[in-house]
């Protein structure tokens, strides 16, 4: 027995472990949120990548169905570079501006439906399963 007797309030052995157990379940769901937000964040920006990197690419082509393919074939012998997407879910559009002639555009969509984000449906506010990136190059030679 101690020298001075405390009350039974004054025992403080097991405030630390009540402690971790309400600290411990907030601090897991926002390291995990930031994890998987950090993948999402990887996906679309290695969209917006490759729908860049294959409006560049399209440059060469001469004629608009050659930009396209050309596009297509940049985006689908790239795509395995990307670790953050899968190949079967990537979907490319390509070609001529309707409002302006003078400019080719590209867009990638990803259909980031299995990437651990919508793990947290209850606990996040979540961004759209699909992820669509487009750019937009001037047609050059005339």
Not at 23 to 50: C, D, E, M, R
Request: without cysteine; charged residues 20%; proline residues 5%.
């Amino acid at each position: 027995m101690r020298g001075t007797q405390r009350g039974s309030w004054a025992d403080d052995r097991g405030a630390s472990a009540v402690e971790f157990a309400l600290v411990l379940p907030v601090f897991l769901v926002l390291l995990f949120g930031i994890i998987a937000y950090g993948i999402y964040f990887g996906a679309v920006h290695s969209t917006a990548q490759l729908a860049a990197d294959a409006a560049r690419a399209s440059v060469a082509g001469i004629s608009d169905a050659e930009r396209e393919e050309i596009a297509r074939q940049h985006v689908l012998n790239n795509v395995p570079s990307y670790v953050m997407l899968q190949p079967g879910k990537i979907q490319i559009v390509a070609g001529r501006l309707e409002q302006d002639s003078r400019q080719f555009r590209v867009a990638v969509r990803y259909d980031a439906a299995e990437l651990p984000i919508w793990n947290f449906t209850p606990f996040l506010p979540l961004p759209s399963k699909i992820i669509e990136r487009t750019a937009t190059i001037q047609r050059g030679g005339y």
